[in-house]
């Protein structure tokens, strides 16, 4: 088979089940009170969100070099070349590490650095796709994902402050008055990294802060273009 393999991890929130979509889904690993699993291998996600609410403490970590060339190498047995979507630089080393290894490729790979994660990665996977099934090239296709990388915005809020805290996102003495308060962070990427929004009193606010802030993307900085709305919880 010749074309362009897409490449992406499982940050993007696509599955292993994208395999069969022609995909190639690097699993994102993880620790679990010290045990090393891989996203959607070695651990559903419902067992995931089980372990979440039993407080266990979890961290994440970046694919090896090795499992990067592995994926890559496999790829390459079915396509002429690669296009690797990882996640923002921003958030991850390991768009710097995937794109020290495509160096030595023999111009075979190209890592798409789009600022994306989540469901905007997600779209960004499934436009490489679509170019793809049109005969366009690895590089036409990373140019192209590179010029629409700001093209998207992404607003979050979270249920819990814990991990914002262990993260450093906050401090602890702010997740405390936080979690009194009852105050609900919203949070946006609209470029590299995750940032302040907006603070809001309980659920309800925090959803219509979100929404309120999609509907001045969609009449405002993104008027007249044609857009896709997305929802990932």
């Known amino acids: 088979m010749s074309g362009v393999a897409i ?8 599955t292993q089940e994208a395999k069969r979509l022609g995909i190639f889904v690097l699993p994102m690993p993880f620790y679990i009170d010290g045990e090393l699993f891989y996203e959607d291998i070695s651990l559903t996600q419902e067992k995931f969100y089980e372990r979440l609410t039993q407080d266990a403490d979890i961290s994440t970590s970046q694919p090896s070099p090795g499992d990067v060339l592995d994926i890559w190498e496999k790829a390459l047995e079915e396509y002429d070349e ?7 630089s921003g ?3 390991s768009c710097a590490t995937a794109q020290m290894l495509a160096q030595d490729m ?19 996977v499934l436009d490489a796709t679509a170019l793809a099934e049109k005969g366009m090239n690895a590089k036409e ?5 590179m010029r629409e990388k700001l093209e998207a915005s992404i607003y979050i809020t979270v249920d819990t402050l814990k991990y914002l805290k262990k993260g450093g996102r906050v401090t602890p003495a702010a997740a405390a008055i936080g979690s009194v308060l009852n105050l609900k962070p919203v949070l946006t990427i609209q470029g590299e990294k995750l ?9 309800k606010s ?14 405002e900085r993104f008027a007249g273009q044609e857009m ?5 919880y």
Do not use: C
């Open 228 to 232: 896709y709305l997305q929802v990932a």
């Open 141 to 145: 296709i990373h140019d192209i994902l």
């Open 91 to 93: 958030l991850s080393s």
């Open 106 to 124: 023999d111009g075979k790979v190209y890592v798409v650095d789009n600022q994306r994660i989540s469901v905007t990665m997600r779209q960004s």
């Open 82 to 88: 690669v296009v690797h979507i990882p996640m923002s």
């Open 206 to 219: 925090a959803k219509k802060t979100m929404l309120d802030a999609m509907e001045k993307d969609l009449t």
């Open 7 to 14: 490449v992406t991890d499982s940050n993007s929130g696509i």
């Open 195 to 203: 940032d302040s929004f907006s603070k809001s009193r309980g659920w």
